[in-house]
């Protein structure tokens, strides 16, 4: 929870773990996006430094059986991208690592938001998108799709395997073999 004053009155705000990371010093000015909980006997704030964040928090409370602290502690699990990413790629594994988070509750909230999470708010998440690189985006695409492929049969979730085939510089000489090793050499140092 953080205290933002706006007109000399201090208001107590619930936010995910990854605002915390990024809040201004002590004393410095911040934008807060915020969402009011009215219950008979509470009034709470929840709040974000983007408004998409507040978009996936909205989403989250919709889906039954996860609460605004539910999803709240879904978003300190994972940052906004990667929940998307989790979503559109079905990677209940990740969504249950949040607190209070089980997999019937992850495969529901996979199957209520699968389609209300659009594809191109997470176009440049995926393998093979254009992410200002060289590498021509078929061969690069398909190589970096067929490493996924590898990596998820390795054990490793999607969400887990997508970040690792991302954090490779793709050339437009690589193969899924190279993209492969890039990846596990990634994974190594986690």
């Known amino acids: 929870m953080i205290v933002v004053e ?24 911040v934008q807060i996006y915020t969402y009011l909980q009215v219950r008979e006997d509470d009034l709470s704030l929840f709040g974000f430094l983007a408004r998409p964040d507040l978009e996936m928090f909205k989403r989250l409370i919709s889906v039954t059986g996860i609460g605004p602290k539910g999803a709240l ?6 940052r906004p991208e990667e929940l998307r990413l989790a979503i559109l790629t079905g990677d209940a594994k990740a969504i249950a690592r949040a607190p209070g988070v089980g997999a019937k509750t992850a495969q529901r909230l996979i199957l209520d938001l699968k389609d209300k999470v659009k594809a191109d708010e997470t ?68």
Do not use: H
């Not at 706006?6 to 000015?29: C, D, F, H, Q, T």
């Open 6 to 29: 706006a007109a000399n009155v201090g208001y107590g705000i619930y936010v995910p773990v990854s605002v915390l990371e990024l809040l201004p010093p002590l004393g410095k000015e």
């Open 123 to 190: 176009l440049q998440l995926l393998p093979g998108a254009p992410a200002g690189k060289e590498a021509s985006p078929s061969v690069s695409g398909e190589a970096a799709r067929e490493a996924v492929d590898a990596l998820v049969a390795l054990g490793y979730t999607n969400l887990e395997a997508v970040k690792a085939v991302r954090s490779v510089e793709m050339t437009k000489d690589m193969d899924a073999e190279a993209v492969l090793k890039a990846s596990l050499k990634y994974l190594a140092f986690l």
């Open 73 to 78: 502690g879904i978003l300190s699990a994972l």
